[in-house]
């Protein structure tokens, strides 16, 4: 299978807010079978929600503020738009709030890639 050479190839479209730059730049490497936009913070992350992603993967700590708050926005929207969370964070408090707020699934990081890949197509079919 070939890896899609133009955004017009790609038959799905991945957005992930994540602050951490190696992180984004791994899952985009991990999942470049899909297009894939990242955003560092919510402040540029809000503005591209007017264009709908076919998935999307969220932290749950941003630098000015919550991916839980992200999480109900996109949700209000898109009701129907598959959400993960990819965080740290292992509370029950915090992922019962990511569930809570429309997350489909929550995984703690580090990641494991293949499970992530599995998921992010189960999502997407």
Not at 89 to 116: F, H, N, W
Request: proline share 6%; with cysteine.
């Amino acid at each position: 299978m070939s890896v899609p050479e133009s955004p017009a190839e790609f038959s799905k479209s991945i957005v992930c807010v994540e602050d951490d730059l190696d992180t984004c730049e791994f899952l985009s490497i991990l999942l470049r079978e899909y297009r894939f936009d990242y955003f560092h913070s919510l402040a540029t992350a809000v503005p591209e929600l007017d264009r709908q992603a076919d998935l999307y993967i969220l932290d749950n700590w941003l630098p000015d503020g919550s991916g839980v708050d992200l999480c109900r926005r996109i949700r209000e929207r898109y009701p129907l738009a598959p959400i993960i969370f990819t965080s740290a964070v292992a509370g029950r408090t915090q992922i019962s709030e990511a569930m809570d707020a429309g997350a489909d699934r929550y995984l703690l990081k580090p990641c494991d890639p293949d499970a992530l890949q599995q998921i992010v197509k189960e999502l997407l079919n």
